[in-house]
């Protein structure tokens, strides 16, 4: 390993290479000599790649430059809005402002024609249900009308029907009634009279009892009602 021989600029040391080179050319060139020459060469390429690679950032170094993006222009501050320092101008027309009239679309105008028509054919196909159901139910209305009129009919029979007991056949409301309007307020009365009007045996009788016996002895005119309902029991008792 041949001697460092310290910093040596590169003109020193190409041209020790250079005599390296005569001495090998000519066969006077020993192994120390070999030795130096290699850590001559060794030194001129570690120099040689730190000149290339400054070159290099040196060649690159304005194309970056280049490269770089412009920075963006600072923004302008937004005016202000100029004050007004004059009177301020009243608005006198109190009307509101006119709209202009929105414009409709296709799509729009198809959709309403479809809302318009929509009703007409819902109601093409209610008429026959509601058809169907009125049909349905006339029987119905029918046979209510038939049971009501059979249940009437039913209920004048067992009203006009004759009766064999007086007693039997008024009710304790009616009985109330009678004793109040008829009778003067007199309960005993009122069973003598229907003891006996059941014992004549006579519709004329009867009438004539009534009138001689009970409503001359009244105070106070009988209820006509009461009356007229009393005497329809007679008519059934004696028909």
């Known amino acids: 390993m041949g001697k460092d021989k310290g910093f040596r ?3 020193e040391l190409v041209s020790a290479l250079a005599e390296a ?6 066969g006077a060139l020993h192994l120390e000599g070999l ?4 850590t001559d060469a060794r030194k001129l390429y570690e120099r040689l790649v730190v000149l290339r690679h400054k070159a290099r950032e040196t ?3 304005p194309a970056t430059r280049s490269a770089a993006p412009e920075q963006p222009p600072a923004p302008k501050q937004a005016e202000e809005p100029a004050v007004a320092t004059g009177p301020i101008p009243l608005r006198l027309d109190t009307r509101p402002p006119v709209v202009a009239p929105r414009q409709t679309s296709l799509i729009e105008a198809i959709e309403a024609t479809d809302e318009l028509e929509q009703p007409t054919k819902s109601a093409a196909v209610e008429v026959p249900v509601a058809t169907a159901v009125a049909e349905v139910q006339a029987p119905a209305r029918t046979e209510k009308k038939e049971s009501a009129k059979l249940a009437t009919t039913v209920a004048e029979k067992l009203e006009k029907a004759s009766i064999t007991d007086l007693s039997k056949a008024i009710s304790l409301s009616h ?3 009678f ?3 008829l009778f003067g307020g007199d309960r005993i009365t009122y069973d003598k009279s229907i003891g006996l009007l059941n014992a ?6 009867a ?3 009534m009138e001689t016996e009970v409503l001359t002895k009244l105070k106070k005119p009988a209820d006509p009602e009461a009356l007229a309902t009393f005497m329809d029991l007679i008519e059934r008792r004696y028909p």
């Open 35 to 38: 030795e130096t020459a290699c």
């Open 21 to 26: 080179e005569r001495g090998l050319s000519s």
């Open 9 to 11: 600029t590169i003109h």
């Open 207 to 209: 009438i004539m009892y």
């Open 200 to 205: 004549l045996g006579d519709k004329e009788k």
């Open 175 to 177: 009985k109330f009634w």
């Open 179 to 181: 004793v109040a309007e």
């Open 59 to 61: 060649a690159l170094a």
